[in-house]
C-alpha cells in the first residue's frame, strides 16, 4: 500500500504544480485534451504554439522517467485496432463536448473550486466505471 | 516574453506532468482500469495520484484574484484567473 501511495502523491505533486506554473507562467490551463487540440488546430509555426511544445514536453518527461526507475514501458492491451480506435475518438469528442478531461477539469477546474469542474469529473468518471462494468460483462 | 522563453516554459511544464504521470504509475492503462472496475479488484492508486494533484493546484490557485501581470503573456495580461479559465 505505501509503496504505490509514496510515487503515487509524489506525481500527482507534479501534475499540480504543472497545473499552477502553466497558468502563473503561460496564463494556460493545463488541461490536456485542451493543449492537443490547440497543437492540432493550430500549425507549429504559429506565433502560440504551446501546445506542440507541451505535448512535447510530456512525452519526454514521462520517458525520462521510464528510462531514469527502469519502470517498464506499458504494452499495448490485446484490442482490436478500431476498438482502441473508436474508443479514442469518442474521448476526445467527449472532452470537447464537456470542455476538459481529467487534466482540466479535475485537475485545474476542482483546484480553483469550480462546481461545474467538479460535476464534470464526477459524471465523466462515474461513466466510465459504468463502461469498464459493461465491458466485463460483455466479454 | 520571447517566443524562446514561452516555448521552454511550455516544455518544462509539459515535461512536469510527463514524469508526473509516469512516476505516479498513471502512464499504465491497467491502473486507470483497476481504478475503474470497481466491482473487481479495486486499485485505489489514482485516488492518490489526483488527491496530491488537487491540493497542489487548490494551495497554488488559492487567493489568486488576478493573475501577476508581470507573469503573463499579452493575450491575458490583466485578465482574472476566473475568466482565464472560463469553462474549467
Redesign the interface.
Known sequence: MTSMAVPALAGGLLIGLCAVLMMAWLGRIAGISGIFWQAVSRPAFSPVAHGAFSLIGLLTGAWTVHRVTGLALPVLPETDTWQIVLAGLLVGFGARLGSGCTSGHGVCGIGRLSVRSLVATCVFVLAAMLTVFVMKMGG | MS?LT?????????????????????????NI?GF?????AWNP??V???????????A??SGWGN??DR???S??TG?K??E??H??
Request: charged content about 10%; hydrophobic content about 50%.
Open positions: 517566443r514561452e516555448s521552454s516554459l511550455a516544455l518544462f511544464c509539459g515535461g512536469l506532468f510527463g514524469a508526473g504521470l509516469a512516476l505516479s504509475g498513471m502512464t499504465d492503462p491497467a482500469i475503474l472496475d470497481v466491482t473487481g492508486q489514482l492518490f495520484v489526483l488527491a496530491a494533484a488537487v491540493g497542489t493546484s487548490v497554488g490557485f493573475v501577476p507573469y503573463l503573456l493575450v491575458s485578465r484567473l476566473q482565464l479559465m469553462g474549467y
